[in-house]
């Protein structure tokens, strides 16, 4: 009923940029989308969250670094992580909420930052 499936993830050097993306098929409207991260021994962070009314809100710890968006034509949505430093390195999840606040999580995409 709903899948998320993410791409996008790779190496890149401190400073460098990517673009995550993450495919959307779903029967439910999602109310919400976000982008969350879990690294080795840290607790799971939730990185950036868009509203379908289009109010985001993002981590202290990547404001005015990363952004997120979404194509609605195309059912997807992107996370666009500039000036990456290697403590954003970890595994990033695509979710959405539907409106019974059921969340749905995609299987996630290695970024690792390399200083």
């Known amino acids: 009923q709903v899948q998320l499936v993410e791409s996008g993830g790779g190496l890149v050097q401190a400073g460098g940029s990517l673009r995550l993306s993450c495919a959307v098929r779903s029967v439910f409207r999602l109310n919400v989308m976000g982008w969350s991260r879990h690294a080795p021994g840290k607790q799971r962070e939730l990185v950036a969250s868009?509203?379908?009314?289009?109010?985001?809100t993002y981590a202290d710890s990547v404001k005015g670094r990363f952004t997120i968006s979404k194509d609605n034509a195309k059912n997807t949505v992107y996370l666009q992580m500039n000036s990456l430093k290697s403590e954003d390195t970890a595994v990033y999840y695509c979710?959405?909420?539907?409106?019974?606040?059921?969340?749905?999580w995609g299987q996630g995409t290695q970024v690792t930052v390399s200083s």
């Open positions: 868009d509203t379908s009314g289009g109010s985001t």
């Open positions: 979710h959405g909420e539907i409106s019974n606040a059921t969340a749905y």
